[in-house]
C-alpha cells in the first residue's frame, strides 16, 4: 500500500520559512517525479514544484526563487523549502508521486497523494 505523509506545516508570519516533508512508502521512489501542488480556499489545486529522480527541478513561476525542493532516496523522502513566506501562499500542500514523468506540472497524471498540511501566512 502506497502512503505519502506529509508534515512541516504550520502559521508563520510573513516573511518567514518552512519547511514540509514527504515521507513515501510501498513505492520504489527512486523512479517517481515527486511533485509538491497547493490548494486555496475556492481555488483548483495548482503546481508549486517538481523533482525527477536525476535532481533536476522544476518551479511555478510564483514561487521561483523562494521555494527549494530536493529528495533523499535513501531516506523515500522530498522536502520543500519555502523562505520569504506570503499571505498568497497560504493554502493546504499536497505531495504526490508521478511514474511517467511526462507532464510533471498536471496533477491529473500524478498517481499518488498525501492528505495534505496547512501552511498558513499571516501579514
Known amino acids: 500500500q502506497v502512503q505519502l505523509v506529509e508534515s512541516g506545516g504550520g502559521l508563520v508570519q510573513a516573511g518567514g520559512s518552512l519547511r514540509l516533508s514527504c515521507a513515501a512508502s510501498?513505492?520504489?521512489?527512486?523512479?517517481?517525479?515527486m511533485g509538491w501542488f497547493r490548494q486555496a480556499p475556492g481555488k483548483e489545486r495548482e503546481f508549486v514544484t517538481a523533482i525527477r529522480s536525476s535532481g533536476s527541478t522544476y518551479y511555478s513561476d510564483s514561487v521561483k526563487g523562494r521555494f527549494t525542493i530536493s529528495r533523499d532516496n535513501v531516506k523515500n523522502t522530498v522536502y520543500l523549502q519555502m523562505n520569504s513566506l506570503e499571505p498568497e501562499d497560504t493554502a493546504v500542500y499536497y505531495c504526490?508521486?508521478?511514474?511517467?514523468?511526462?507532464?510533471?506540472?498536471?496533477?491529473?497524471?500524478?498517481?499518488?497523494w498525501g492528505q495534505g498540511t496547512q501552511v498558513t501566512v499571516s501579514s
Open positions: 510501498g513505492l520504489t521512489f527512486s523512479v517517481y517525479v
Open positions: 504526490g508521486a508521478d511514474r511517467s514523468g511526462l507532464r510533471i506540472a498536471r496533477r491529473e497524471d500524478y498517481d499518488y
